[in-house]
């Protein structure tokens, strides 16, 4: 496959990197998975391009990425509706769309959502790091140097002529998430529950908490009622393994939602939120509201083949167009 530059990023927005699933099994040596935040969205868009699953797109924060196409290529965006318009006409999202030499990409700013999720046909051509091309911002390494985009770069693409076909692919409306205001995430208790009181856990359960702007990769801050420990409870506990959807409550008693840039925390965990339910948790922003609702494991499970079922049949769709790449 020939290596093609394919993109040349005019403005880069305020945080844009380069994810994929993210990098798995480093946790003890203290490296967090990073990746995308919404895989669903993440995953999906690759198949629009023709793309693996995984392969790296770019996460756009908000608004304000603005790109150069510098050569013919096939694209698709996913997630958020950042306003992406072509040239200066607005573009659909959840389809794949042919971009010719010199067309202009740009993101205006929100509608609903908070990351979209732009795939190239051909991926994005960048050496892995521990199997990942995700960017660790914090530890500065993968992706792009190990840090967001800037302008002036240049992304590169594997062959991207060959993927010029699936141009004009597009997801079923039935099966695109909506991204309200008010969120509602599935949780089960634990793993340190026990650490709070009756009325902590009555609090966590049936009131409704603000995302704060302290929000990031790392967690979703979140503002409301504070959740009450037992009498005697140190404000921390020894630091051990946490991952994506652990809801860790510090000293102040108000919960953080962990995402995929933290492998660790030294904060006692109330709850965690179903694997069927991360995704969503890439979309939400500061200033709206989340409530809880507790599920059986039973629950999360069924959740969760539900959920992989959604994207079988995105694929299976996808499939039956029969797009020949001639490869």
């Not at 798995?24 to 023709?50: E, Q």
């Not at 902590?200 to 049936?206: D, I």
Request: some cysteine; hydrophobic content about 40%; glycine content about 12%.
């Amino acid at each position: 496959m020939a290596v093609v530059e394919t993109l040349e990023v005019l403005s880069p927005g305020p945080l844009t990197t380069v994810q994929d699933r993210g990098r798995f099994g480093y946790g003890r040596y203290g490296v967090a998975p990073s990746g995308a935040v919404d895989f669903f969205s993440l995953r999906i868009g690759n198949l629009l391009v023709n793309n693996p699953e995984g392969e790296a797109c770019l996460e756009i924060t908000v608004l304000g990425l603005k790109v150069r196409a510098l050569t013919d290529l096939v694209i698709a965006i996913t997630g958020a509706d950042l306003q992406p318009h072509l040239n200066e006409e607005p573009l659909k999202m959840w389809h794949s769309h042919f971009l010719r030499k010199a067309d202009t990409l740009s993101f205006r700013g929100p509608r609903s959502g908070c990351r979209a999720y732009l795939a190239l046909g051909g991926g994005i051509s960048l050496s892995p790091i521990m199997e990942s091309k995700s960017t660790n911002l914090f530890s500065r390494f993968g992706g792009l140097e190990g840090r967001a985009l800037k302008g002036g770069d240049i992304l590169s693409s594997d062959s991207p002529h060959l993927y010029l076909k699936a141009r004009g692919r597009a997801v079923d409306q039935r099966w695109i998430p909506s991204y309200p205001k008010n969120w509602a995430l599935r949780f089960a208790f634990g793993p340190q529950d026990d650490h709070f009181t009756e009325e902590g856990k009555r609090a966590f359960l049936h009131s409704s908490f603000e995302v704060t702007p302290q929000s990031d990769r790392t967690g979703v801050r979140l503002a409301g009622p504070v959740l009450q420990t037992k009498p005697g409870m140190e404000d921390s506990i020894i630091s051990e393994g946490v991952i994506s959807g652990t809801i860790q409550v510090p000293g102040d008693g108000q919960p953080i939602i962990i995402l995929a840039e933290t492998v660790t925390g030294g904060y006692r965990k109330i709850a965690t939120v179903i694997t069927a339910d991360l995704p969503l948790l890439g979309q939400i922003k500061p200033g709206d509201t989340v409530h809880f609702q507790e599920v059986s494991v039973d629950e999360a499970l069924q959740a969760l083949r539900e959920a992989e079922a959604i994207i079988e049949r995105i694929r299976g769709g996808l499939r039956d167009e029969s797009i020949d790449l001639d490869r």
